[in-house]
């Protein structure tokens, strides 16, 4: 099993930030493609964020200019720098990585007040 671990979610202003973190030892960010993605209550979960071979970098139309993905390889941490927050992006958000075909993190719930 690969074990991902989230922080960093909570409770922040329209136009406040937040940096999520997810712990994923064991994990080559070299070699594997790792994502942030987020579930609204009521939404299908979507990709938010995602960065192959420690820096290839795609994100979605949405947070694209406010959020910035990165990783630390001596830490084993996968970053999501979240700045400009607004409601909409209020969600958990979950850890992703390619790993026997996916593994998940258990999410850091993320609210953006109005």
């Known amino acids: 099993q690969v074990q991902l671990v989230e922080s960093g979610g909570g409770l922040v202003q329209t136009g406040g930030s937040l940096r999520l973190s997810c712990v994923a030892y064991?994990?080559?960010?070299?070699?594997?493609?790792m994502a942030w993605y987020r579930q609204a209550p009521g939404k299908q979960r979507e990709e938010v964020a995602s960065i192959t071979g420690g820096s290839a970098t795609n994100y979605a139309d949405s947070v694209k200019g406010r959020f910035t993905i990165s990783v630390d390889n001596a830490k084993y941490t996968m970053y999501l720098q979240m700045n400009s927050l607004k409601p909409e992006d209020t969600a958990v958000y979950y850890c992703?990585?390619?790993?026997?075909?996916?593994?998940w993190g258990r999410g850091t719930q993320v609210t953006v007040s109005s």
């Open positions: 992703y990585t390619d790993i026997l075909f996916g593994s």
């Open positions: 064991g994990i080559n960010f070299s070699r594997n493609r």
